[in-house]
């Protein structure tokens, strides 16, 4: 079983940029598609991006395509988020998560997830 942990979120104003961090632990990372999930005080938990375990696949909803990519570095089992032209929309806990199928991710159901950190973007 894999365990994740967040780190990278904090206060930022609107239009600055993020760089959120998810370690994995043991040696099977790179095995694993990743992805990041967000969730807002009373709203239901959203996809934000996947990518594959062979990082030829990512995936990214609408909302945040253009402005946010995901990236993976398997030598340090760390999986990033880099957070551009941040909204106060963007605000919400992200979550890391992971799972042997990319499309699972994408389809919200991964098997592991982190503790999430907390993003807030102010106006």
């Known amino acids: 079983q894999v365990q994740l942990v967040e780190s990278g979120g904090g206060l930022v104003k609107a239009g600055g940029s993020l760089r959120l961090s998810c370690a994995a632990s043991g040696p099977s990372f790179s095995m694993y598609a990743m992805g990041w999930f967000r969730q807002a005080p009373g709203k239901e938990r959203q996809f934000v991006a996947s990518?594959?375990?062979?990082?030829?696949?990512?995936s990214y909803p609408d909302s945040v395509k253009g402005r946010f990519t995901i990236s993976r570095d398997n030598a340090k089992n760390t999986v990033y988020l880099q957070m551009d032209g941040l909204k106060p929309e963007d605000t919400a806990t992200y979550y890391c998560a992971a799972d042997s199928t990319f499309g699972t991710v994408v389809r919200g159901h991964p098997s592991f997830w982190g503790q999430g950190t907390q993003v807030n973007v102010s106006s």
């Open positions: 990518m594959s375990r062979s990082a030829e696949s990512v």
